[in-house]
């Protein structure tokens, strides 16, 4: 079976690590017809937009899609691509697995923990009022004849939004990952205890979600006790759910405790469409260097073909970069014991190992 792939180089170092994500993929022995699309800063001067509708349209129409890293520039005013895309494709799930494997330089060891976090509510909703503004005046005086509570006139002013619909469906998703790759645990992380409208809420709506799940065990946790039990015993929890800022907070966390963003993959998931991706920047001044680790691409590849249903393909990726990373030597200079170790490859020379790697345990 061929599968139909929207590819997306990005910008930045994105071509060079989409480049060796794209060779590693077609090593496993998975056909593959891609639909490159460009998007990104290299396409604002003819589109006028970094993401162009036609690159959408290509996504809704194959489902599935990955992308290297894409720049947001400081101060252009026009949104991240990434939200964009999570926006416009209701991608409700930011998905980030993060798993420790050994060789990699961490303070940890056996951390495999997984991240589902809600995309389009909570803070994030973008739903500001920005300080001194006519319009901020008049919410501060309604908030204020409808509560009683007192805000002050120099105040800026986010809202939460947090709805049971949202909450059902990132709930839901994280019990069936749960189920389909045979995890234990789903633990829903609040702050119920302060904010009991928006996070209690949350709260309220996994519970009843989780009792249609009985064969997967249930907790939650407080967002402040999880960060302090995560850095002293992460082997602990299994897969967390969580709303849009503290899910943004904590997969970095995670990231963290298994080496950093150089090995985190992600994914952003709905109903009808996902797109995988790395979880770093696009790190443009290395452009061009052949010098960037592209394992948090080739990993989020794994997770592609997971969701594509090819296990096996999957497994094989998989174990051929855990066994590349365990012996060391064809890795990228962030991943040596120091930056400046004359050791260190490039990207491409990396996605050569994994693929003899792969290769050898075939034949």
Same mark, same amino acid.
């Given at each position: ?87 416009? !494709?209701? &991608? ?8 420790? =494997? %050994?060789? @990699? +330089?961490?303070?940890? $060891?056996? /951390? #495999? ?87 209690? !809420?949350? &709260? ?8 249609? =799940? %009985?064969? @997967? +065990?249930?907790?939650? $946790?407080? /967002? #402040? ?139």
């Amino acid at each position: 079976m061929t599968h139909w792939v929207t590819f997306i180089p990005g910008d930045g170092v994105g071509p060079e690590l989409s480049e060796a994500t794209r060779r590693v993929l077609e090593a496993t022995g998975v056909s593959f017809d891609w639909d490159v699309q460009e998007a990104g800063v290299d396409v604002m001067d003819r589109y006028g937009t970094p993401l162009p509708e036609h690159v959408l349209e290509s996504i809704r129409r194959n489902g599935v899609g990955i992308k290297g890293p894409i720049t947001t520039p400081v101060g252009t005013g026009f949104r991240s691509v990434n939200v964009a895309l999570r926006k416009e !494709l209701d &991608l409700y799930c930011c998905l980030r697995p993060c798993k420790w =494997y %050994p060789g @990699v +330089r961490s303070r940890y $060891r056996d /951390v #495999d923990l997984v991240i589902c976090r809600e995309n389009h509510e909570d803070l994030y909703a973008g739903i500001e009022f920005e300080q001194g503004k006519p319009e901020t005046l008049k919410l501060i005086d309604f908030i204020s004849e409808l509560s009683g509570k007192l805000v002050r006139e120099d105040s800026g002013i986010s809202i939460k939004p947090i709805s049971v619909f949202g909450t059902t469906r990132i709930v839901t998703f994280a019990f069936d990952y749960a189920r389909r790759f045979g995890r234990k645990k789903v633990t829903a992380v609040h702050k119920a205890n302060i904010m009991k409208f928006s996070d209690g !809420l949350f &709260l309220s709506t996994a519970r009843e979600v989780a009792q249609d =799940y %009985p064969d @997967v +065990r249930f907790e939650d $946790r407080i /967002v #402040d006790n999880l960060s302090m039990q995560l850095v002293q015993r992460p082997e602990e929890y299994d897969v967390l759910v969580l709303p849009n800022l503290y899910g943004d907070i904590i997969s970095d966390l995670c990231a963290g405790l298994i080496g950093g963003l150089g090995v985190a993959p992600g994914a952003n998931i709905g109903d009808d469409a996902a797109v995988f991706e790395a979880t770093h920047g696009s790190a443009p001044k290395y452009r061009g260097m052949n010098k960037v680790n592209p394992m948090a691409m080739m990993f989020s590849g794994v997770l592609m073909l997971r969701h594509l249903g090819e296990v096996t393909a999957a497994d094989r990726l998989e174990l051929s970069l855990a066994a590349t990373i365990a012996e060391g030597a064809s890795l990228t200079y962030d991943m040596k014991p120091t930056r400046d170790d004359p050791t260190a490859v490039g990207t491409s020379e990396v996605a050569d190992a994994v693929i003899e790697r792969m290769n050898s345990a075939s034949s």
